[in-house]
T-cell receptor
């Protein structure tokens, strides 16, 4: 069964600090990996998408990395802001169909 | 960017009644739409895949007679929760996949979600 595991489950950081979220997956064959931000009570919004040939992708203060060999990805948030408080979900798509495998998410709380 | 809307954003209904949730792709045609359910502090769980003009494909464990899906046009899919019960209370999210995009960069655009509370 394809799995996507994220860590930590939650974290609290002070405004202005950096943090890194982890994602390990077993989806194979692999097509792409996306990081989504989901605000409470809202639908997920895409931050980055990476294929197997990409090692890093940035979107503003968000930088995602991918190691397709070890099946690991990370999302780094730089200079966190209060608006970064949300759940961050790692989603992996296999190359066999359109179904997405979702991680349980990491809840980030940024405090002033 | 691609925009997907849902209506209503929240709904409260009595047990035993039916509730319809609409999912619309506003600026693109979606041959495929997906319906997800999300319980508190859990990730999204795929319920069904909806293809325009054909019957939806339901995931294992999802009752197709309880969760009726209609995808009558390229911009609209509806999910009807029939004879709703309190355990159906959840956050329902749809997504749409624009046509013409192929792997590996194809993506799904998510709606804002609908909060269903069954009393």
């Amino acid at each position: 069964k394809n799995q996507v595991e994220q860590s930590p489950q939650s974290l609290i950081i002070l405004e202005g600090k950096n943090c890194t979220l982890q994602c390990n997956y077993t989806v194979s064959p692999f097509s792409n990996l996306r990081w989504y931000k989901q605000d409470t009570g809202r639908g997920p919004v895409s931050l980055t998408i990476m294929t197997f040939s990409e090692n890093t992708k940035s979107n503003g203060r968000y930088t995602a990395t991918l190691d397709a060999d070890t099946k690991q990805s990370s999302l780094h948030i730089t200079a966190s802001q209060l608006s970064d408080s949300a759940s961050y979900i790692c989603v992996v798509r296999g190359s066999n169909d359109y179904k997405l495998s979702f991680g349980a998410g990491t809840t980030v709380t940024v405090r002033a | 960017g691609a925009v997907v809307s849902q209506h209503p954003s929240w709904v409260i209904c009595k047990s035993g009644t039916s509730v319809k949730i609409e999912c619309r792709s506003l600026d693109f045609q979606a041959t495929t739409m997906f319906w997800y359910r999300q319980f508190p502090k859990q990730s999204l769980m795929l319920m069904a895949t909806s293809n325009e003009g054909s019957k939806a494909t339901y995931e294992q464990g999802v009752e197709k007679d309880k969760f009726l899906i209609n995808h009558a046009s390229l911009t609209l899919s509806t999910l009807t929760v029939t004879s709703a019960h309190p355990e159906d209370s959840s956050f329902y999210i749809c997504s749409a996949r624009p046509p013409g995009l192929a792997a590996p960069t194809d993506t799904q655009y998510f709606g804002p979600g609908t909060r269903l509370t069954v009393l």
